[in-house]
């Protein structure tokens, strides 16, 4: 009707970046010191009581409704569209890790043996962050943003508890997108990792049962020992022998334990490990493998044995359109040279797989390291101290996807 005012769906898009980016920037200072409030009170999995209390606090004062203790200290907030029968999920994860800060920050953690060594409290101000700019926008979203802050991502999985209590329904979520800091990225970049992102996981325990003696009689027992070390050197041929050498799987033996004393034979015999694997396939398979090879072994030694497995998260696998939605509307907003595509996955886990199998996800790093910085500390590591510039592009990047999505998804 206005021809006069007619503008490429580039330059629409690029005015619409820039106003975001100003929203970014009037909000990343309190952002930031949401984050270090976060960082110096860390909470262990499973009980995020004040982190839970401390997101609650900002919902109720940007007026977004929520529930709260869902999977323990989760919290389940909803931004309503115009369509709020749908919409599109963002999660953050708020648990902190059994580790002492060795940083010198001045908001370093006040609860020792305790610290944010994997970035939860950078996911979750991101979130906030993220909330405050839909929340500005909700009058002209096309439908409803969920925003799960989740608990126990460090142990039990609570993305499944969240699910299970159906976070992903009222409105119908159709799609979730999340992030995780990286300091093996620079800060102002992202990596998006297609397909197989994470691995799947499962731990084993395996006993092995003889019967003890006299070290100097040993004919008189049933070593338990003997067989349990052949089962350990043996569980490696399963991965260089029975999976193809191209696909990823690992088996990792972490403890072992037999013996009561020098001079006596064991008669009990513990290991355990964790299976690691990017194919869900080859999951069930190294689980039989393992189980098949244990037992063989120990009939083969005399001695008895039991084998028990527990599943831990699924694999974490990007969807192949929600990528294609995103990646570049990301490109458009940081430049292309700032969006990295990552081909080479990691065996680690995370729980978010379980939206990604729950609906369609989309998982990305966002770079946390320093301009200049040739080695930064990662995850997990008690010096751990990402660049506080990669929350900036996270909140930005965070609502850039939750508009593509929302666009794509209803038009």
């Keep these: 009707d206005f021809p006069q005012y007619q503008y490429s769906k580039l330059q629409l898009q690029r005015y619409h970046v820039q106003e975001l980016k100003k929203k970014v920037d009037e909000i990343f200072e309190q952002v930031v010191a949401f984050r270090r409030e976060l960082h110096m009170y860390p909470e262990r999995s499973e009980q995020e009581e004040n982190t839970s209390t401390m997101i609650q606090a900002e919902l109720n004062r940007l007026g977004i409704p929520y529930q709260s203790n869902i999977a323990g200290y989760g919290v389940c907030a909803t ?64 439908g409803s943003v969920r925003l799960l802050f989740q608990p126990s991502e460090e142990t039990i999985g609570g993305a499944k508890q969240m699910i299970d209590a159906g976070c992903l329904e009222n409105p119908l979520i159709s799609s979730v997108i999340g992030l995780h800091v990286d300091t093996a990225v620079d800060a102002g970049s992202i990596q ?44 490696q041929s399963i991965i260089t022998r029975k999976i193809d050498p191209a696909e990823a799987a690992l088996i990792t033996v972490g403890q072992f334990h037999s013996g009561t004393k020098n001079n006596i034979i064991s008669g009990e015999t513990k290991f355990s490990g964790i299976i690691r694997t990017l194919n869900m396939e080859h999951r069930s398979f190294i689980k039989e493998q393992i189980e098949g090879i244990c037992l063989s072994t120990a009939k083969a030694y005399g001695a008895a044995c039991r084998v028990e497995f527990h599943d831990s998260y699924p694999s974490l696998e990007n969807d192949e359109q929600l990528l294609a939605w995103v990646k570049p509307v990301c490109e458009e907003a940081l430049g292309s040279d700032h969006v990295h595509l990552c081909t ?25 390291r320093r301009p200049g910085e040739q080695a930064a500390y990662p995850i997990h590591s008690d010096r751990f101290n990402p660049d506080e510039e990669c929350i900036r592009v996270g909140i930005l990047t965070e609502v850039l996807a939750v508009l593509k999505i929302l666009e794509e998804e209803n038009s």
């Excluded at 902190?96 to 006040?110: G, H, I, N, Q, Y």
């Excluded at 006993?207 to 569980?235: E, N, Q, R, W, Y």
């Excluded at 080479?344 to 946390?368: E, V």
Aim: glycine content about 12%.
């Design 79 to 142: 931004i309503y569209g115009k369509d709020r029968s749908r919409g599109v999920g963002v999660r953050a994860d708020m648990d902190a890790l059994p580790l002492t800060e060795m940083t010198d920050v001045p908001f370093k953690s006040k609860h020792p043996g305790l610290m944010h060594g994997c970035g939860h409290d950078i996911h979750t101000a991101v979130l906030l962050g993220t909330a405050r700019i839909l929340n500005e926008l909700k009058e002209d979203l096309s």
């Design 192 to 235: 998006f990792i297609p397909g197989a992102m994470n691995a799947a996981s499962c731990e084993f325990y395996v006993t092995v049962t003889g019967k003890s003696c006299h070290g100097a009689h040993p004919s008189d027992g049933i070593d338990s020992l003997l067989p349990a070390c052949a089962m350990v050197g043996a569980l």
């Design 344 to 368: 080479k996955p990691s065996l680690g886990a995370d729980d978010f797989a379980y939206f990604c199998h729950g609906t369609r996800g989309l998982y990305y790093n966002i770079g946390a």
